[in-house]
């Protein structure tokens, strides 16, 4: 069992930056593919980025230039960098957990965890 806890949501002006932590429970951390999700009011939840290994990352082209996924295996925690926010960011986002994986999964039913979520808010 993995337990996620997000952080580092808020509100912040377009053209700003945030960054949001995710830290995870256990003692295997580094063997999981780790993503970032978004859900938006009235939207469907939305992949934003993912991070299996250390350094094979992919993005949703709506983010690719802006943001950056990261992980510290020795703090289990995964990282989602945001900058040149815009107000169509705005969303609760969510970290996730895969325990298989071949490539960074992209698709919500490959994750076996979840986190709370958090508020990010971009105001123009």
């Known amino acids: 069992q993995v337990q996620l806890v997000e952080s580092g949501g808020g509100l912040v002006q377009a053209g700003g930056s945030l960054r949001l932590s995710c830290a995870a429970s256990?003692?295997?951390?580094?063997?999981?593919?780790m993503g970032w999700f978004r859900q938006a009011p009235g939207k469907e939840r939305e992949f934003v980025a993912a991070?299996?290994?250390?350094?094979?990352?992919y993005y949703v082209d709506s983010v690719k230039g802006r943001f950056t996924i990261s992980r510290d295996n020795a703090k289990n925690t995964v990282y989602l960098q945001m900058n040149s926010l815009k107000p169509e960011d705005t969303a609760v986002y969510y970290c996730a957990a895969a325990a298989t994986w071949k490539t960074p999964p992209q698709k919500g039913h490959e994750y076996d965890y979840w986190g709370q979520g958090t508020q990010v808010t971009v105001s123009s």
């Open positions: 991070i299996s290994g250390i350094i094979s990352t």
């Open positions: 256990g003692r295997t951390f580094s063997r999981y593919a």
